[in-house]
């Protein structure tokens, strides 16, 4: 995501809400740690499964809402919406009411010879008070999902929404009051204020989705606490094409990750690196592909997302023509628009290296081509940057294909296709290092929400029992015996 726009860092000229009422978060923090320790804590499976099912229904009684809060924020298409908000965060809830009971069982594990007599387990206890941030991008899925994932855990939880969408964070305060009484789930929205007071607290677990220059803040002030974090973060995640692609298919693919949203998706392809020969090819299929989608008046077609707001508008139209003044070549798109925040969907090539497009997550409809001679050559460009949140490979031949994936890098990957990976509740979505630490979707959720606590039982006799002190000879020749074992 683009540096500086979610909470807790002081924008201007964004609406922000009047200052916090520290007091009030205090009163509701001590709240919901009582409540933890006497309800939460001790919840069975059919309980939390009864609170993701109230949870579940009043997002289908809202979905109307949810559509119209969006498309009013950022004029989003309310199937858009639907696609890219209602029905992951449906989707996150059903996984988890299908396989919390057996998530929330106790894990059996071998336990070694030298501990005869012993048994051991991994039980998954919750971690108490949970603070989710939630961004302006995806502002409800992003907050609904890992919401889904700390209740299956069986956490108290204070949600954040972005300020940046309004309307949005104004619903998700009206919903989650509605499904659960304060002392279970809070909603606080405001400006950097409140996330800055929130995180002062004794937190059990930070979960924060947003940009890597945020996050750092995030981790800075766990740190006071020594409270644990999930960073989903972002970066510049790049595409490469093989020669060996059907280029017809990997620009239906990449265009859509660009255009979905407006691109502001965390997992957008924000690079694309292309044989030379198969640049021109591309841009004339990516021209078709955005003709099918939008018909030949895209500006004015509703299906078509705007930028946030006037200062992402402001930076992603200046990553363009910053480009363009240092060598960079339009070759489709280009136009924008600052009354309606419209950036058209955009191809750059011959793109500097030092120009800000190509060091800063774009987070817009964009994308510079970097033509590359031989796939050493465009791994090498990859491995020069810092670890992506997604790597997108499009080829038909599994020796690239394999050779991409062992040389480099990244939270997750699709093959011959975009952002698909994390539809999968299967695959653990997350970084590495720069953009993220830690992972959720599905049973990683739980686990996010979770601590893996260790438990070793001991039988009434102990093998260890023999060795305790006084170390005699008797002591000498067991761990003798013993130690032949460990060979």
């Known amino acids: 995501m683009p540096t500086l726009q979610e909470s807790p860092v002081k924008l201007p000229n964004s609406n922000q809400t009047p200052s916090v009422d520290k007091?009030?978060?205090?009163?509701?923090?001590?709240?919901?740690?009582k409540h933890f320790h006497k309800v939460m804590k001790l919840t069975t499976a059919g309980q939390r499964i009864q609170r993701l099912k109230k949870l579940k229904e009043a997002i289908f009684k809202y979905s109307p809402e949810i559509e119209k809060a969006v498309n009013s924020d950022f004029r989003k298409s309310e199937r858009e919406v639907d696609i890219t908000e209602i029905m992951p965060s449906i989707s996150e809830i059903n996984d988890a009411i299908k396989h919390l009971r057996r998530w929330m069982k106790p894990v059996d594990v071998k336990t070694p010879m030298t501990l005869f007599g012993s048994k051991s387990q991994i039980i998954y206890e919750p971690r108490g008070v949970v603070l989710i941030i939630g961004p302006w991008n995806y502002p409800f899925y992003l907050t609904f999902a890992p919401l889904a994932a700390a209740i299956a855990a069986g956490n108290t939880v204070l949600i954040k929404p972005s300020e940046f969408t309004p309307v949005t964070s104004n619903l998700i305060q009206k919903i989650i009051s509605e499904v659960f009484p304060k002392e279970e789930v809070a909603v606080f929205e405001g400006d950097y204020q409140v996330s800055g007071a929130l995180m002062e607290l004794p937190l059990d677990h930070i979960f924060f989705t947003g940009s890597t220059h945020v996050g750092k803040i995030v981790m800075t002030a766990a740190a006071k606490h020594l409270t644990t974090v999930t960073l989903e973060l972002g970066g510049k995640s790049p595409a490469i094409i093989d020669?060996?692609?059907?280029?017809?298919?990997a620009a239906k693919k990449l265009i859509w990750g660009k255009v979905l949203n407006a691109g502001q998706t965390c997992v957008a392809p924000d690079y694309l690196l292309i044989p030379n020969e198969l640049v021109k090819p591309f841009v004339e299929e990516a021209k078709t592909v955005v003709k099918e989608f939008y018909g030949s008046s895209l500006k004015e077609n509703s299906d078509f997302c705007r930028i946030v707001n006037d200062r992402n508008f402001n930076r992603v139209s200046g990553y363009i023509h910053e480009a363009v003044e240092k060598g960079a070549k339009i070759e489709m798109g280009g136009d924008t628009d600052a009354s309606q925040n419209y950036i058209e969907p955009?191809?750059?090539?011959?793109?500097?290296?030092?120009?800000?497009?190509?060091?800063?997550?774009i987070f817009g409809p964009v994308l510079p081509m970097i033509p590359y001679t031989n796939l050493d050559e465009a791994i090498e460009k990859i491995n020069s940057k810092p670890k992506p949140l997604a790597l997108y490979i499009f080829g038909k031949k599994d020796r690239s294909i394999k050779k991409i994936l062992k040389e480099t890098s990244s939270g997750g990957v699709a093959v011959n296709d975009v952002i698909l990976h994390l539809a999968n509740p299967n695959l653990p979505f997350g970084g590495v290092n720069h953009s993220g630490h830690g992972s959720y979707h599905g049973y990683f959720g739980f686990k996010a929400f979770s601590h893996e606590r260790s438990v070793l039982r001991q039988a009434a006799l102990s093998s260890i029992d023999l060795m305790y002190p006084p170390y005699t000879n008797f002591v000498k020749r067991l761990v003798s015996f013993t130690k032949k074992f460990l060979v």
């Open 23 to 33: 007091t009030e978060i205090e009163r509701v923090f001590n709240l919901q740690k």
């Open 346 to 361: 955009t191809l750059l090539s011959n793109v500097p290296e030092n120009s800000n497009i190509m060091e800063d997550e």
């Open 243 to 249: 020669k060996s692609a059907d280029i017809k298919k």
